[in-house]
């Protein structure tokens, strides 16, 4: 753990000293921001509620997520560090799980930044706390999933462009295959809606904390994670 | 035996075999845990996966053990890596699988919007023995609706998906765009949308939902009308009064029984108007009868019917007026009931600027199954109701349960507008409300086999009137009395959820400010805070 540790404030070191963590927490409120101001301009009474950029917000994570995850490992493994920290005294997960870590850090400080938003929430409107934090739990297993996605795609190449298109195409596969429900019905149905990031983040949205929406993203970061170290693994063997 | 594996004996006293027994163990005892004991399926499911699991890897491994003399390290690597990979995707879905089932949800809403009722899930739990399914028709494209009907909608569909996840598989729905398929919502007879059509296939039965800011209550109502399950009926006794008992629009009619009468209609029942004076009889299926604000008195044959009918086991609730008329404060004395002379002044708690309007709030509720819901009441013109004699005095009373009084210092005034107390004025509290279980008329010894005749009397009509129904909680105390009295529990009430538009109040400049940190401010901060840093580095 203690390696873990270190791997994580490596990473989050590194990504606190470059542009990088700053440029994705800036495109992230200014987004977010553009979002939460819009909503509150557009009635008279707008409804004291995170929604209109929590919601959105996911879109934008599914952006950055990749940017953020796609030189974790690839970068390495093209400048040729990789070699270097394999034959380092951590193990294959330490170091999987240091990289996450260290990204989730920035992403969480991201998010973080629009606590603003709900303390203006707060001080002009009344605004329902349930929903609030259930959105901010949300939004962060939904970036977890997401930068899981973007680890996994950045161990399988050298090329850190190739690791986030494909990101890209799995994220947008699980974020629209619950479309494709409609199109089947019966249990497909059921496991295509399952399997969508987006069915899953509704009801945090709605102030509703379901066990299975948790499970659901913890699932992926765990699996995606595994599949990572293995990755590494067989890349050692070979 | 081939050469390499080894007979069961050899595993015994091993780590392998002791994992194997508890494999098989535990997927024998999930299984049937959850094949047997449905309240426990999800833990039975769950030590079923474990055992299962277990079992797989020493499968897995078992059989790469030949392999292993075989191939090359990096095959073998290659292949581990592809069963571990497997094996940790199966646990996934085995543990999600086992989550989807145990069903732990928190409706972290202040209101606990989406928390359905007990009796809901009552319903859709245990007697929800045929498929239903219900079609949504609502439009798409959010230009084309007001934001009025795209929240109603959206909360028609919220609690959709609450019935299907709740319903065990027995409650599906899909979600139509009518103008995209308007062949679908003509087949279903649908012409105004949003919409919900409930249908059993099996019984062929079919109810339509429109519109509605009760979802809940009035899915509930659909899918126990299409399981073919009884409502119960009201009745409003008509000719004795002289308040209008249809006008459903008009939200400031004064001695107007309309949103009532709504109000009945979606908590379940089937209300029908009764006319004794016309023809002496009360159906057979009455679950209860209702009397607003007679001013009229009863006649010979009507006021019998009435009689018998409460005493064999009948339930009524009056809504009375000051200045009653004598045959029905005989007819509710007759069940312990005293409908007292005057007006009920209040000068502790009325509605402000108005003494003869005694205001209720917690402290003044007496019955915690009626009131539970209600907050604050009030009663414009209030008859004083007391106990014709002490409860003790009346042996045939099962039960009586004032449902709020007066404060202390009220009194009965012969005169609306006199707020000062005179030494002749009788003082309170008065019950603003009562219901009485009784076995028998008090007046006169029965037998202890009689049935129990349930009356609920209100000295007030006006509070339920299309004026006042919907201020404070005059609705929930009127349907919460209703309910009780009706003894429901086939058919049930469930309140709507306050729906609270939680708004932002800001002035111009506010706005500006807002504006000012969600377009600049923070950008603008982080912007330099990088800078700074990149800075500094460089």
Same mark, same amino acid.
């Given at each position: 753990?203690?390696?873990v540790?270190?791997?994580t ?13 700053y440029?994705?927490?800036l495109?992230?409120?200014?987004l977010t921001g ?7 301009s557009?009635?008279a009474?707008?409804e004291?509620?995170?929604e209109p ?5 996911t879109f934008?994570?599914?952006l950055?997520?990749p940017l953020?995850?796609?030189r974790?490992? @690839?970068?390495?493994r093209k400048? /040729?560090t $990789?070699? +270097? !920290? ?8 330490? *170091? ?7 990204a989730?850090?920035?992403?969480i400080?991201?998010?973080a930044l629009?606590?603003?938003y ?5 001080l002009?409107g ?7 934090f259930?959105?901010?739990?949300g ?6 999933a ?12 050298s090329n850190?462009?190739? @690791?986030?298109?494909?990101?890209y /195409?799995? $994220?947008? +596969? !699980?974020s629209?295959?619950h479309l494709?429900?409609?199109? *089947?019905?019966?249990?497909p149905?059921?496991l295509?809606?399952e399997?969508s ?7 945090f949205?709605r102030g ?9 993203y913890?699932s992926v970061?765990?699996v995606l ?8 693994e067989l890349?050692?063997?070979? | 035996?081939?050469?390499g594996i080894?007979?069961?004996l ?9 994992l ?7 997927s024998?005892v999930g ?9 426990l ?9 474990s055992?299962a ?8 491994a078992t059989?790469?053990?030949?392999y292993?003399?075989v191939?090359r ?5 290659e292949?581990?890596?592809l ?6 995707t199966?646990?996934?879905a085995l543990?999600?699988?086992v ?5 732990v949800?928190?409706?972290?809403t202040a209101?606990e ?10 319903t859709?739990?245990?007697?929800l023995?045929a498929?239903v ?5 609502i ?7 007001t934001?009025l009907e795209?929240l ?6 919220d ?8 319903s065990g ?11 995209r398929?308007p062949?679908?919502?003509?087949s ?7 919409s ?6 099996n019984?062929g ?5 429109v519109a509605?800011s009760?979802?809940e209550?009035?899915?509930?109502t659909?899918?126990?009308v299409?399981?073919?399950l009884?409502q119960?009926?009201i ?5 004795y ?11 400031d009619?004064?001695q107007?029984?309309?949103f ?12 029908g108007?009764l006319n004794?004076?016309?023809d002496?009889r ?12 007679p001013?009229?008195?009863l006649g010979i ?5 009435l009689?018998?009918y409460l005493e064999?086991g009948?339930r009524?609730?009056?809504l009375?007026?000051?200045?009653l008329?004598?045959?029905w404060r005989?007819l509710i004395?007759?069940w312990g ?5 005057g ?5 502790d708690?009325?509605?402000a600027?108005?003494e003869?309007?005694?205001l ?6 007496a ?7 209600a ?5 414009p013109s ?6 014709v004699r002490a409860?003790e005095?009346m042996p045939t009373?099962v039960d009586?349960k004032p ?9 009965a005034?012969d005169r609306?507008?006199?707020v000062?107390?005179l ?7 008065f ?5 009485a279980r009784v076995?028998?008329?008090v007046?006169?010894p029965?037998p202890?086999?009689?049935?129990v005749?349930t009356?609920?009397v209100f000295?007030d009509?006006?509070?339920v009137?299309n004026?006042?129904?919907?201020a ?6 009127f ?7 009706a ?6 009430s469930i ?21 000012y940190i969600?377009?600049?401010l923070?950008?603008l ?6 800078s700074?840093v990149w800075w500094?580095?460089r």
């Amino acid at each position: 753990m203690r390696r873990v540790l270190a791997i994580t404030y490596r990473e989050t070191q590194a990504n606190f000293v470059s542009p990088i963590a700053y440029v994705i927490a800036l495109v992230f409120v200014s987004l977010t921001g553009y979002f939460f101001v819009d909503a509150m301009s557009a009635s008279a009474f707008p409804e004291a509620t995170v929604e209109p950029y929590v919601g959105r917000a996911t879109f934008i994570l599914a952006l950055l997520g990749p940017l953020l995850t796609m030189r974790l490992l @690839a970068e390495e493994r093209k400048l /040729g560090t $990789l070699e +270097l !920290l394999m034959t380092s005294p951590v193990r294959d997960w330490e *170091v999987v799980i240091g990289k996450f870590a260290g990204a989730f850090v920035v992403v969480i400080s991201a998010i973080a930044l629009t606590s603003v938003y709900v303390g203006l929430l707060f001080l002009y409107g009344n605004p329902d706390p349930g929903p609030i934090f259930t959105a901010y739990i949300g939004l962060a297993l939904f970036a977890g999933a997401a930068l899981a996605v973007g680890l996994f795609t950045s161990s399988l190449t050298s090329n850190q462009i190739i @690791a986030a298109v494909l990101s890209y /195409g799995i $994220l947008a +596969l !699980l974020s629209v295959i619950h479309l494709a429900a409609d199109h *089947v019905g019966g249990a497909p149905a059921t496991l295509l809606r399952e399997l969508s990031m987006v069915v899953h983040f509704e009801d945090f949205l709605r102030g509703v904390l379901d066990l299975r929406h948790v499970a659901y993203y913890i699932s992926v970061v765990v699996v995606l994670l595994y599949f990572t170290t293995r990755t590494l693994e067989l890349g050692r063997w070979r | 035996m081939p050469p390499g594996i080894r007979g069961p004996l050899a595993y015994v006293g091993t780590l392998r075999g002791a994992l194997v027994t508890v494999g098989i163990f535990a997927s024998a005892v999930g299984l049937a845990t959850a094949a047997v004991l449905p309240e426990l399926r999800s833990l039975g499911l769950g030590i079923f996966a474990s055992g299962a699991a277990a079992l797989t890897f020493l499968a897995m491994a078992t059989l790469m053990r030949p392999y292993h003399r075989v191939a090359r390290r990096t095959q073998r690597y290659e292949l581990a890596s592809l069963v571990s990979v497997l094996a940790l995707t199966g646990i996934v879905a085995l543990f999600n699988y086992v989550i989807v089932q145990s069903d732990v949800v928190a409706d972290l809403t202040a209101s606990e919007q989406y928390t359905l009722a007990p009796q809901t899930l009552d319903t859709l739990t245990e007697r929800l023995d045929a498929p239903v399914e219900a079609t949504a028709f609502i439009v798409d494209d959010s230009n084309a609706v007001t934001p009025l009907e795209a929240l109603i909608a959206e909360r028609m569909v919220d609690y959709l998906r609450e019935f299907e996840r709740r319903s065990g598989g027995r409650f599906s729905y899909q979600v139509i765009d009518p103008e995209r398929f308007p062949d679908i919502a003509y087949s279903k007879e649908v012409t105004q949308w949003p919409s919900v059509v409930f249908e059993n296939a099996n019984a062929g039965t079919r109810q339509k939902v429109v519109a509605t800011s009760n979802p809940e209550q009035e899915f509930l109502t659909a899918l126990l009308v299409v399981l073919g399950l009884s409502q119960k009926s009201i009745y409003v006794l008509d000719g004795y009064s002289s308040w209008d008992l249809t006008d459903q629009n008009d939200p400031d009619a004064p001695q107007t029984l309309g949103f009532a009468l709504r109000g009945l209609e979606g908590d379940s029942y089937n209300v029908g108007v009764l006319n004794l004076i016309e023809d002496p009889r009360i159906p057979d299926d009455a679950s209860l009868i209702i009397a607003a604000a007679p001013d009229h008195e009863l006649g010979i044959e009507d006021g019998t019917a009435l009689n018998a009918y409460l005493e064999g086991g009948g339930r009524l609730l009056a809504l009375l007026q000051p200045d009653l008329p004598g045959s029905w404060r005989a007819l509710i004395a007759r069940w312990g009931i005293d409908a007292l002379e005057g007006y009920v002044i209040d000068p502790d708690s009325h509605v402000a600027g108005s003494e003869w309007v005694p205001l209720v709030g917690n402290e003044g509720y007496a019955s915690t199954e009626v009131t539970s819901e209600a907050s604050t009441t009030f009663f414009p013109s209030l008859a004083p109701l007391w106990v014709v004699r002490a409860p003790e005095d009346m042996p045939t009373l099962v039960d009586l349960k004032p449902i709020a009084l007066t404060s202390e210092n009220s009194f009965a005034s012969d005169r609306i507008e006199r707020v000062r107390r005179l030494s002749t004025d009788l003082g309170g509290p008065f019950m603003v409300g009562v219901i009485a279980r009784v076995r028998g008329p008090v007046d006169r010894p029965v037998p202890a086999s009689a049935p129990v005749t349930t009356v609920g009397v209100f000295g007030d009509a006006d509070f339920v009137s299309n004026r006042y129904f919907y201020a404070f909680s005059n609705s929930d105390l009127f349907l919460n009395t209703v309910n009780h009295i009706a003894g429901d529990d086939a058919l049930v009430s469930i309140r709507p959820k306050p729906t609270v538009f939680r708004e932002m109040a800001m002035t111009p400049r506010e706005l500006e400010i807002v504006r000012y940190i969600g377009w600049f401010l923070l950008p603008l901060l982080v912007a330099l805070f990088g800078s700074a840093v990149w800075w500094v580095r460089r």
